[in-house]
């Protein structure tokens, strides 16, 4: 199992910068797939962003692509998602997922975080 715990939202100016952490616990964080996935108000869960295990591949929605990174330290046990150029529908509360077999992209993944607010106002 792994416990995830997201970190670093917060309220911010539409074309303002934000990093969110999600720290994992336990020894096998190198054996998961990790990705970020947000709820808006209203909304479903949707896809932003997802890494592979030992990070050589990553996967974008097309609404953040090149405007968002995703990365991980697997010796820190951190996934972080670098968001740059926000925009204020990008408002939501942002949500850590993990999975071992598949890399998530959709929304069927094993385990979730507790999710972070980001607030973006214009």
């Known amino acids: 199992q792994v416990q995830l715990v997201e970190s670093g939202g917060r309220l911010v100016q539409a074309g303002d910068s934000l990093r969110l952490s999600c720290a994992a616990s336990g020894r096998s964080f190198s054996s998961y797939h990790m990705g970020w996935f947000r709820q808006a108000p209203g909304k479903e869960r949707e896809f932003v962003a997802a890494i592979t295990k030992t990070g050589s591949s990553t996967y974008y929605a097309d609404s953040v692509k090149g405007r968002f990174t995703i990365s991980r330290d697997n010796a820190k046990l951190t996934v972080f998602l670098q968001m740059n150029s926000l925009k204020p529908e990008a408002t939501a509360v942002y949500y850590c997922?993990?999975?071992?077999?598949?890399?998530?992209?959709?929304?069927?993944?094993?385990?979730w975080g507790q999710g972070t607010q980001v607030t973006v106002s214009s």
């Open positions: 997922a993990a999975d071992r077999i598949a890399v998530p992209v959709t929304g069927r993944v094993n385990y």
